[in-house]
């Protein structure tokens, strides 16, 4: 809560050094997720061209979200990844049903995983010291979480993600003209601690709250996007922090090279003067201008502007050749681009996942990483801010729902991560399988697999992982267990597996238990005839 004349000495104070400071980074972060900034940034950085010359640069520069959008791709683990789960309780039982509905609509209709996934995360990547907050109107209707940016916050107190009090910037100011009060202007402001809402007045020289709600949440509303705590700054940073520099290097370079090739990328056309027959090389035909030379007296397929028209050489002269042609300016530069473009990128995705991907003959990415343990780690700590911001957010929501009978929230996300593709799994798998891996070792390669290979159809994915466990000897052939001294039941079953599996209907949702009662039961029902055939 506010000490004793805080809020009022807040709220005539300037803005505090910190808080700009925070505002400063903002500026620099957004520039690079939502491209925010870009031609005021590259106005600043150039002393080498001139006006004209910055304005198309500016124009023409490709803004870095894409950049952003690929640095952090393999973030998108996080939310893809299958399981995980989320417990609330409540005093009274049934709510937590009622409770586990209402998160289906956070805000637009958005569950409250995907509000993280499609709102929050870019906040926490653009606007590490800024609020997702719980918004109502005054009725308590229509709650919906809102995002509130560091350049609206004037003040606020924070402990981890949570916060204890919160002032924002004016949203009202009026001009005034007060000759008995000497009032100039006045400015409207909220303010929110645990125990009220706040609507402050202030003329400048006095602060008064004008409206006062009781908080029956008993917490402020909202949470800091980030908990990524710099000391030496002392404050919250963005997960790109460190890769800042390269972006910007990149922003600049990547202009510098559009630019280049806009102006140099053509060839340049030539050809030998022509006079043309209408005017025979006077340049005036009747009493005006010639039309078809334009006045210049000669023939040419493209203005004069766009080609170099030369000379015809006189009989001593050497001819170069073709009457015309084109002269291909160098390349080498916008290759030599290209290069440091790339090494740039690679270094900006090594610096935040500690790792780079494998690169064909070609130099393009084969979506292969050279050593997925740290992107594994990175994964992992990025997922415990992602899993504690969603367990704030659902406490907070279920604060405003239930204040009396919530008791608390528990909310674990799955580490299941595909970060290669489908083939890439297969073949460590194979791999694997081939030089004797552990058994279990093999199940968890082969769930890899499946979840990648039906990344886009869950249901399918979990089937094939049941079937996997309902297979008998799943990581060895049929020759392989007919070879084993196990039982002929055993054996009936690796062989006709793949025989009943053709029977399943995909749509029933047996466990693995049923499953392979159904397989038993299979073998056992087949003639005689084809059981012999073990």
């Known amino acids: 809560m506010f000490a004793e004349n805080e809020l009022a000495e807040i709220v005539k104070n300037p803005t505090s050094p910190l808080i700009k400071a925070m ?76 409770f586990a509905d209402l998160l289906n609509d956070v805000r637009g209709g958005m569950s409250l995983k995907a509000f993280m996934h499609e709102i929050w995360f870019e906040r926490f990547l653009a606007d590490p010291n800024g609020v997702i907050f719980l918004e109502a109107t005054e009725d308590g209707k229509n ?35 007060n000759k008995d009060t000497k009032e100039k202007y006045v400015q409207y402001s909220w303010a929110i601690d645990d125990r009220f809402y706040y609507r402050v007045r202030n003329n400048g020289k006095n602060v008064d709250i004008e409206k006062q709600f009781p908080n029956i949440m ?43 090739q806009f102006k140099h990328n053509y060839a340049l056309f030539w050809m030998y003067e022509t006079v043309c027959p209408t005017c025979n090389g006077t340049r005036m035909h009747g009493e005006g201008v010639c039309a078809t030379c334009n006045g210049t007296g000669f023939l040419g397929k493209k203005d004069v502007s766009d080609a170099f028209i030369l000379p015809r050489p006189k009989p001593d002269e050497r001819v170069i050749g073709s009457p015309a042609g084109y002269v291909q300016p160098d390349v080498a530069t916008c290759n030599e681009n290209r290069v440091e473009l790339d090494w740039l990128f690679d270094k900006m995705f090594h610096s935040l996942w500690g790792t780079t991907v494998e690169k064909s003959d070609n130099e393009t990415a084969t979506g292969r990483f050279i050593d997925t343990m740290p992107v594994y780690n990175k994964l992992n700590t990025i997922a415990d801010i992602v899993q504690m911001v969603h367990k704030e957010l659902a406490t907070i929501f279920a604060l405003f729902h239930f204040p009396k009978t919530f008791k608390e929230a528990s909310v674990s996300y799955s ?31 082969l769930e890899q697999f499946y979840y990648a290979e039906f990344a886009s159809n869950q249901s399918m994915a979990e089937l094939y992982i049941k079937l996997m ?38 749509s029933d949702d047996k466990d693995i238990t049923q499953l392979n009662s159904d397989l038993r039961n299979y073998v056992n029902t087949i003639n005689d005839g084809k059981t012999n055939e073990v």
Not at 63 to 90: C, H, M, S
Not at 143 to 172: C, L, M, Q, R
Not at 483 to 504: A, C, G, V
Request: proline letters at 4%; hydrophobic letters at 30%.
């Open 23 to 98: 505002r400063d980074d903002f500026t620099a972060y957004v520039r690079h997720v939502f491209g925010v900034g870009t031609s005021e940034y590259l106005s600043q950085i150039n002393e080498y061209e001139n006006t004209k010359q910055n304005d198309l640069r500016k124009k023409h520069a490709i803004r870095n979200p894409w950049i952003i959008d690929e640095l952090v791709r393999p973030a998108d683990n996080i939310w893809q990844a299958k399981g995980g789960d989320e417990a609330y309780t409540f005093t009274t039982e049934t709510q937590a049903e009622t």
């Open 143 to 177: 709650p919906h979480f809102t995002y509130k940016s560091i350049n609206t916050i004037k003040a606020y107190k924070t402990h981890g993600i949570k916060i204890d009090w919160i002032v924002f910037e004016p949203d009202v100011t009026l001009d005034i003209d």
């Open 218 to 260: 008993g917490r402020v509303p909202g949470i800091v996007c980030s908990s990524i705590f710099n000391t030496n700054k002392g404050y919250k940073v963005s997960l790109l922090d460190k890769q800042v520099d390269l972006l910007n290097s990149y922003l600049t370079k990547n202009s510098v090279k559009e630019i280049y």
């Open 415 to 445: 580490r299941r991560y595909i970060i290669e593709g489908p083939d890439t799994l297969w073949t460590r798998y194979q791999e694997a399988r081939m030089k004797g891996a552990p058994e279990m070792s093999l199940n968890y390669m």
């Open 469 to 506: 466990y309902v297979e008998p000897y799943v990581h060895h052939s049929i020759a392989d267990v007919n070879s084993m001294n196990l039982s002929d039941e055993i054996k009936k079953m690796k062989q006709y597996f793949p025989e009943w599996q053709k029977t399943l209907n995909y």
